[in-house]
């Protein structure tokens, strides 16, 4: 912070505007476009949810939340993923140390629960299926196999991308490329997280309650 | 130091410590708690339950975003923040747009 403030000055006598933008890093900048893709991620899932609260009343006589949801396996994948939120910031902290053995350790770690919780997903939706509750059941139904399902999406490929990345840290070492590469998948997957949290309270909690 | 400082400026690129992420851990844990206990023992019911439940899971994205994220660690200019902001405004916008809008909808019910 200190620092930074000093190479402001440095540069402030020169221009003004320089002070604000001196030597952009190149990583910073991919970072920061992450974190606009995340943004409009929210966007995505806000209209989701939008669908999902005004036709979770729309059951077309079919079964409703109540009878469909079996709250313990929801609420243990809940705990998983909030693990596995901690897990891939522990990653980060080890990269920082500069321990490759532990950034890889707990991005496995992370990879491993992620991968739990996508294997107990799956599981409800197959059993939600056997209910005969499937998408084309009711508006109800349309919504939450879309809402759950994009988030579902997102896990899988995050953890596609993390494996990618895991063997790609074990080729490359932690190098400014791979250290970016491992701070936005771990802003990813807290953001992933977040998403999650809403689907419980929204879907599932406000659903049986 | 300096090559430490540079590399990571931006509030995406810094670290935290093992204290912060433990204790974003267990706010997470605690604010996940308290609303499954309010549902699964029927303490509150309708509009009282529902505000409970969405205050537990925002005040949980505050905790991922401050201790996971470390949004507050971000420097001038906080473009971060701005995005953020930006990102939620119109999810706001959507989100009880569309609940107003569907709650008068009077040809629908």
Same mark, same amino acid.
């Given at each position: ?31 920061? *476009?992450?974190?606009?893709? &995340? !943004? ?7 209209? =989701?949810? %939008?669908?999902? +609260? /005004? #036709? ?41 140390? *500069?321990?490759?053995?532990? &950034? !890889? ?7 491993? =629960?992620? %991968?739990?919780? +996508? /294997? #107990? ?62 701070? /936005? ?25 | ?109």
């Amino acid at each position: 912070m200190a620092e930074h403030n000093g190479s402001g000055h440095a540069y402030h006598t020169e221009s003004h505007s320089a002070a604000h933008d001196n030597h952009p890093d190149p990583e910073e900048l991919r970072t920061f *476009g992450f974190w606009i893709y &995340l !943004m409009t991620d929210v966007i995505l899932f806000g209209t =989701l949810f %939008a669908a999902y +609260i /005004v #036709l979770r009343g729309n059951t077309n006589g079919g079964p409703g939340p109540e009878e469909l949801f079996q709250m313990g396996g929801i609420i243990t994948s809940t705990f998983i993923l909030l693990t596995s939120s901690f897990t891939s910031g522990l990653a980060v902290l080890a990269m920082h140390k *500069g321990n490759r053995q532990a &950034l !890889m350790g707990w991005l496995s770690v992370t990879a491993l =629960l992620g %991968a739990t919780f +996508i /294997v #107990l997903e799956v599981r409800e939706f197959i059993h939600l299926v056997h209910e005969g509750a499937t998408i084309g059941t009711s508006a109800f139904l349309s919504a939450f196999f879309t809402l759950v399902g994009t988030h579902g999406l997102h896990v899988s490929l995050g953890l596609v991308w993390m494996i990618a990345l895991i063997i790609q840290l074990a080729k490359h070492g932690i190098t400014p490329v791979t250290k970016r590469k491992v701070n /936005v998948i771990s802003l990813f997957w807290h953001f992933l997280d977040v998403i999650w949290i809403f689907v419980f309270t929204i879907v599932y909690l406000m659903g049986v309650s | 130091m300096t090559q430490h400082e540079g590399t990571n400026p931006q509030a995406a690129g810094l670290h935290g410590s093992l204290k912060s992420y433990t204790l974003g851990f267990l706010f997470s844990i605690v604010l996940t708690i308290i609303p499954v206990a309010i549902v699964m023992n029927g303490w509150l019911e309708g509009a009282a339950s529902s505000i409970v439940l969405m205050m537990a899971a925002v005040l949980q994205l505050v905790v991922q975003l401050i201790f996971f994220m470390h949004l507050r660690e971000e420097k001038k200019p906080r473009y971060n923040l701005v995005t953020l902001i930006l990102g939620l405004v119109i999810l706001l916008v959507i989100v009880l747009g569309s609940m107003w809008i569907m709650l008068y909808n009077t040809v629908a019910t």
